[in-house]
């Protein structure tokens, strides 16, 4: 099936192209070292894919004149992070809510939820996804990992209460340090006051977190918290076998097991393996078989 590829960048520049209200299309062109990176309008579901290797054409719904935020950001998201795309496992909860969350008439209670977990279970795959659903709503949103924007300062916080939906990745990575809490505290009492929706991941929960500013701390308790679970050897197998279908490929539960007890365990590495593997079944016209994998990956 085709798709937009929505969210995908090389080079310098960001293209961006704006539908405003009675007016023709205009186009805008921001800077990849100076520009906002951004969600806008697209399509839905799990982790880790191919990007597009061409500029992105971003079409956004501006019934409201925004002023641009100039962010000096080079971040990517995952075109394959939607919500079809995601296996829960034991996290059908936290999808559930964070797709309440991206629903029109989701409450403020609903509008702040905070995922923590282990790296690779999926807390960034629901980030992202939410931000892509957000397109397919014609709102604007924005992704922030924040482990890698440490050294862009805490201006990159500035006047995002104009975005409907925010998502703060690895929060651990800012926690402890007294400029970047303060920041944060007004980053959220801005959203709150705006009516915007907050989506927080980190490593641990907020009580787990060395946040030293208590005001900050007090607010992210009142957050809806879901720990992320591993997936199972069978769950694993499972959303395998959801990325295989997505691609077109078929993966029996023979081969899935192979994989899993040959290769590594971690979904990242997996999921890069399949993309391998389906790139090489491509171009072999080969169907996934044990002799095949052998083959192609000298295992």
Known sequence: ?????????????????????QSNALTQ????????????????????????????????NCSVSMKPIQLP?????????????????????????????????????ESLIYLWGKHGVGRTHL?????????????????LPLAELLDRGIEILDNLEQYELVCLDDLQAVAGRADWEEAL???????????RRLLIAASASPRELPIKLADLKSRLTLALIFQMRPLSDEDKLRALQLRASRRGLHLTDEVGHFILTRGTRSMSA???????????SLQAQRKLTIPFLKETLGW
């Not at 080079?74 to 964070?98: E, K, Q, S």
């Not at 505290?185 to 009516?195: A, K, Q, V």
């Not at 997996?270 to 090489?280: C, G, K, N, T």
């Open 1 to 21: 099936m085709a798709m937009n590829r929505p969210f995908l960048m090389t080079g310098r520049e960001l293209v961006c192209q704006k539908n405003l209200i």
């Open 270 to 280: 997996l999921f890069e393996l399949l993309e391998r593997l389906d790139q090489a």
């Open 29 to 60: 062109t921001f800077d990849f070292a100076r520009g906002l990176l951004h969600c806008a309008p697209g399509y839905t579901g799990i982790n880790f894919a191919n990007f597009t290797q061409r500029p992105l054409t971003v079409r956004l």
């Open 127 to 143: 980030l992202q996804a939410a931000c892509l659903r957000f397109e397919q709503l014609g709102e604007p949103a924005v992704y």
């Open 73 to 109: 950001l080079g971040v990517r998201l995952r075109d394959d992070a939607t919500f079809i795309n995601y296996y829960p496992g034991a996290n059908a909860a936290a999808l559930g809510y964070v797709e309440r969350l991206c629903e029109a008439d989701a409450g403020w209670t």
């Open 185 to 195: 505290f007004h980053l959220f009492n801005r959203l709150r006051d705006s009516g």
